[in-house]
């Protein structure tokens, strides 16, 4: 009954690999985004797309690219990871174009470690 | 100037305390202020949020804006362990944007 998902929660993973981490919500939402908490907490936005269009891109490395087949999902693939990607990352949603006066949904996180 | 600042804390108080926390924010386009708590690895969960200035008031929380001082404040009385958490603050402006937070505040509630 989980309304947003990702996969995997953890992820330890050596420097220079290559990673995917996927969501994926029950929900029936049009917007899906992805943020990254710091060691210090701060929650910033990276990605955004509304039904499968990518309509916010943050000041992200080209590194990060993210992959909607359709608008439950929303999927994160990083390349060439680096020590400073270690950190949560959050996938959430919310209903209509992106209205966060709904309130977003956020999924539980997935912990990624790099070595 | 970061768009939305938050003193981090921690902030540990004894159980049935009256406790205040606070945002401030410089875009005045803001009009929207939202509230979320975030606890121990989860994710953040929205829990109130209130328009322009004024109080709004849901249960023992109360969020109350001044926008002339672009300043966000959350109170929570008679505060219970149960809320021991991270608040956030995410003053929001317009459908099409995606929310901005604070850092957040850690807050701790001893039995």
């Known amino acids: 009954d989980t309304a947003v998902s990702q996969t995997p929660k953890y992820l330890v993973t050596q420097m220079g690999n290559d990673k995917s981490i996927k969501c994926e919500q029950n929900?029936?939402?049009?917007?899906m985004y992805w943020y990254k908490q710091d060691s210090k907490k701060f929650l910033k936005i990276m990605f955004s797309?509304?039904?499968?269009?990518?309509?916010i891109n943050e000041t992200v490395p080209n590194r990060f690219s993210p992959k909607s087949p359709d608008k439950a999902h929303l999927n994160l693939h990083i390349n060439s990871l680096e020590l400073g990607d270690s950190a949560v990352y959050f996938c959430?949603?919310?209903?209509?174009?992106?209205?966060?006066?709904?309130?977003?949904?956020f999924g539980s996180g997935t912990r990624l470690t790099v070595v | 100037q970061k768009e939305v600042e938050q003193d981090p804390g921690p902030l540990s108080v004894p159980e049935g305390a009256i406790v205040s926390l606070n945002c401030t924010y410089s875009?005045?386009?803001?009009?929207?202020f939202m509230w979320y708590r975030q606890y121990s690895r989860k994710g953040p969960e929205l829990l109130m949020y209130?328009?322009?200035?004024g109080n709004k008031e849901d249960g023992r929380f109360t969020a109350q804006v001044d926008k002339s001082s672009k300043y966000i404040s959350l109170f929570i009385r008679d505060s219970q362990p149960s809320d021991s958490a991270t608040y956030l603050c995410?003053?929001?402006?317009?459908?099409?944007?995606?929310?901005?937070f604070g850092k957040g505040t850690t807050l701790s509630v001893s039995s």
């Open positions: 995410a003053p929001y402006n317009q459908a099409g944007t995606a929310l901005i």
């Open positions: 875009n005045s386009a803001f009009q929207y």
């Open positions: 959430a949603s919310s209903q209509g174009t992106g209205d966060g006066l709904d309130g977003y949904t």
């Open positions: 797309y509304n039904n499968k269009e990518l309509i």
């Open positions: 209130t328009y322009s200035s």
């Open positions: 929900l029936g939402h049009d917007t």
